[in-house]
């Protein structure tokens, strides 16, 4: 088993989760047996609970864990399913440890950071190991050299390439060259600096990977090998790109994959097999035409809070031959007045998954739109809920129809808490989380689009459709066409008399990948290109 730790420095959101993954992308293309994890330093024990505008999107995985967002990176770049094991924060790290004190595990010593809570790391850092036998285990450490709150990780990291030694550890550290427009000319101090904070934490990073606007020069890559003290062909060139998927591409171009294997002395087994990424790219490059969708959601100032669902229809876009021009719009920002003009043009409408009542009127005005205009329309999660609303309300005439999340006394509570979510009080993780399985019915859009009777989609929600209106609902036709067997519970509704409605009570942009693309995503992509 081999491990790769990959730092960051000078500033965050430089891509270590990208280059990760497509690092292991290539690894895996040349036929190794390779996953990846990411260890957060905040204290929260998971991103459950923060706000999309501090966090971004909260990943589901197939076992019901609220993940980092990078998470989604590996699963649609190797096309892997990660687990709960997949992403360690540092919450979870002081919990584990503060339960073992109270138990008496520690026979009485002082708890301290070392030997116990380096300890614990290294325990997670090859937890993964102890199940799957993975050739190369890739670990993404967040935020950047020098935070007071990664320096626990570095340490923990430094003494397992003291204890395994420098054939299964490995260091890659991602940096940034600053471009200065005023002179025209690219700096590498910055990138000097901190290669230097990370040594001092007793780490020698073994390759240096520089996030660069231009291409910089062999004189300067020399400048850099020698002054961070790193072999000149370990300082790879990462150039800005169009696209996060030809980054794999780039760094196969630059050999990242051949020195990683060399210092690993592994053999390089031919050439990484990327045919099917490439077609993949070809359709991204070389569009038929442009396809307008309109990403209605109260969190669009921030597009990663929306990662999975805007990667899933490019996935699509690609495969298909389209330009999706995806059209943010905040729905704060829409109302039964404005939705006309606010979504001129467009050939698609999603309506996003979210929580609370901020948004809330706007998404109802975007749904009857959709409705009304016979535009092809996608529901996910709030989004299906705010359909079955905006349904009771103009067509059966249930003008206060609405969810109690929303308004707890509505005379008509279309969408209701979950029975199983009345007793719960916490929060972090007590929703309906993971994969469930979903029975679809012959004969419907639902089933043209999956092509099976049952389904597994993964979930992230408290409240559901209410099956005392069930029948209301279908008598006025929109039909529910899958569903949860084991407790009856809606799914996926449908109006047939549409050209495209579909709601969709799970997310499935978090099963999308590169080479597999969600077949819902690819039916709605391909009815809103013929809209």
């Not at 020098?146 to 395994?164: K, T």
């Not at 669009?300 to 899933?312: F, M, N, P, R, T």
């Not at 929703?431 to 012959?442: D, S, T, V």
């Amino acid at each position: 088993m081999r491990y790769i730790f990959i730092t960051g420095g000078v500033v965050s959101s430089l891509g270590k989760g990208i280059l990760a993954a497509s690092l292991a992308k290539l690894l895996q293309a040349r036929g190794y047996r390779v996953t990846l994890q990411k260890f957060d330093p905040y204290l929260n024990v998971d991103p459950g609970t923060l706000n999309p505008y501090e966090h971004g999107e909260v990943f589901v995985t197939h076992d019901g864990a609220e993940t980092d967002m990078d998470l989604g990176h590996y699963e649609r770049f190797l096309g892997i399913q990660t687990t709960r094991h997949h992403n360690v924060t540092t919450g979870k790290i002081y919990q584990t440890i503060i339960e073992r004190e109270r138990a008496g595990e520690y026979l009485g010593k002082t708890v301290q950071v070392i030997p116990h809570v380096t300890d614990e790391i290294k325990r997670r850092f090859t937890l993964l190991s102890q199940n799957e036998p993975y050739d190369i285990i890739l670990t993404e450490l967040g935020g950047t050299v020098g935070d007071i709150e990664s320096l626990p990780y570095i340490e923990a990291a430094r003494q397992l390439h003291y204890e395994l030694g420098p054939l299964r550890v490995l260091f890659i550290h991602l940096t940034l060259i600053v471009y200065l427009e005023s002179t025209q000319e690219l700096k590498t101090k910055p990138t000097q600096h901190s290669v230097r904070e990370l040594q001092r934490a007793g780490v020698q990073p073994d390759i240096l990977v520089c996030r660069t606007p231009r291409p910089f020069s062999k004189e300067m890559r020399s400048k850099i090998a020698l002054l961070t003290n790193v072999p000149k062909n370990a300082v790879i060139q990462a150039l800005d790109v169009p696209t996060i998927y030809e980054v794999p591409f780039q760094l196969r171009k630059e050999k990242l994959d051949e020195v990683v294997l060399r210092r690993f002395r592994l053999p390089s087994r031919g050439e990484p097999d990327l045919e099917r990424w490439q077609i993949f790219l070809h359709g991204l490059r070389h569009p038929k035409r442009k396809v307008p969708i309109a990403l209605v959601g109260k969190y669009v100032e921030l597009h990663d809070a929306y990662k999975s669902i805007h990667e899933a229809l490019i996935h699509a876009a690609g495969w298909q031959g389209y330009e999706i021009d995806i059209r943010w719009v905040h729905s704060t920002e829409i109302t039964a007045e404005n939705v006309e003009r606010k979504l001129q043009g467009v050939q698609g409408i999603l309506v996003a998954p979210g929580f609370g009542e901020r948004g809330i009127p706007g998404k109802i005005a975007t749904v009857r739109h959709a409705r009304e205009r016979q535009i092809p329309f996608l529901g996910i999660c709030l989004g299906m809920q705010m359909a079955v609303v905006e349904f009771a309300r103009h067509v059966l005439g249930w003008a206060d129809a609405h969810s109690t999340e929303i308004a707890p006394d509505t005379p008509y509570p279309v969408i209701d808490l979950m029975p199983e979510q009345r007793a719960i009080s916490t929060k972090g993780g007590t929703m309906r989380l993971g994969a469930y399985p979903c029975a679809i019915k012959e004969g419907t859009l639902a089933w043209r689009i999956y092509q099976k009777s049952l389904i597994y989609e993964r979930h992230r929600h408290r409240y559901e459709l209410n099956n005392a209106y069930r029948a209301a609902l279908e008598a006025a036709g929109l039909q529910v066409t899958g569903y949860y067997p084991d407790k009856d519970l809606a799914e996926i509704i449908e109006l047939p008399a549409h050209p495209f409605f579909i709601g969709v009570q799970f997310h499935p942009e978090f099963q999308s990948r590169v080479e597999e693309p969600h077949p819902l995503f690819l039916a709605f992509v391909e009815a809103s290109a013929k809209g």
